[in-house]
């Protein structure tokens, strides 16, 4: 089975112009990512896809392989259907460039042992909420899985709501997802339903279409950077490491 990483890195963040080039410990964040997805030995090639030649500079000079992508892609999903229209794989792993801490542990985590010719297969990671405060922040993604891993709903708000009790581990998203080429293709031709639009989530395109996507935990540390402010966390986080 062909596996390739894509480590998708786009500009034009509203919140944080260039964000994949903010330095962490002096280093490029997307440097950072770039090097974990190298150690998974289940990859046969790792990509950086942008839409910006300064990205694409500061990539190759770390050794990186870059593909150009369109700037008009609304999501990092869709950026990933453009790479698959250009490099043949049987699974495309991509590994948000926000999320410096993720090692090869957790990423590969994601990764079935097999697949069927010409499955449909969407598959994501998840971890523990450690710090109840984030739990109620509405930046974090809330995942609520069955026993089988398949996901039944994702929110922005607090779910499942603790009426019957406390006793629940509640369960975030992290930036690491699998796809096989025809999933990619159903979600490129799939319109955008409603709850996918309110909740701003493209995993809505499968699970509003009753088309399963299954979440996994990898008990990981993730510390995704949305702010310039979320730079101090990770820096902090790897010094005491």
């Not at 440097?31 to 030995?41: F, G, I, L, M």
């Given at each position: 089975m062909k596996i390739i990483c894509v480590i998708p890195a786009r500009a034009e963040s509203?919140?944080?112009?260039?964000?994949?080039?903010?330095?962490?410990?002096g280093k490029p964040m997307?440097?950072?990512?770039?090097?974990?997805?190298?150690?998974?030995?289940?990859f046969q090639?790792?990509?950086v896809a942008t839409d910006s030649e300064k990205i694409k500079?500061?990539?190759e000079s770390f050794g990186a392989k870059v593909i150009m992508t369109s700037s008009l892609h609304d999501t990092a999903t869709e950026r990933l259907y453009e790479v698959s229209t250009k490099i043949e794989a049987d699974l495309y792993v991509m590994v948000n460039g926000d999320e410096p801490l993720l090692t090869k542990e957790a990423i590969v985590q994601c990764i079935p042992d097999q697949l069927e010719p010409d499955a449909l297969y969407v598959s994501n990671l998840m971890t523990d909420f450690s710090?109840?405060?984030?739990?109620?922040?509405?930046?974090?993604?809330?995942?609520?899985?069955?026993?089988?891993?398949?996901?039944?709903?994702?929110?922005?708000?607090p779910i499942p709501y603790p009426k019957g009790g406390m006793d629940y581990v509640y369960h975030k998203f992290v930036g690491v997802g699998a796809f096989t080429k025809k999933a990619l293709e159903y979600y490129h031709n799939t319109p955008r339903g409603p709850i996918e639009k309110i909740e701003e989530n493209d995993s809505f395109r499968f699970i509003e279409n009753h088309v399963p996507i299954y979440y996994y935990n990898?008990?990981?540390k993730s510390?995704?950077?949305?702010?310039?402010?979320?730079?101090?966390?990770?820096?902090?986080?790897l010094k005491n490491k």
């Open positions: 509203s919140r944080f112009f260039e964000k994949p080039l903010a330095l962490i410990c997307i440097e950072w990512v770039y090097t974990h997805c190298k150690e998974v030995e289940r090639e790792v990509y500079v500061a990539a710090n109840p405060v984030e739990v109620v922040d509405c930046t974090n993604l809330k995942i609520v899985t069955a026993a089988d891993n398949r996901c039944l709903f994702i929110s922005r708000s990898c008990h990981c510390l995704s950077v949305d702010t310039r402010k979320d730079i101090e966390g990770v820096e902090a986080y």
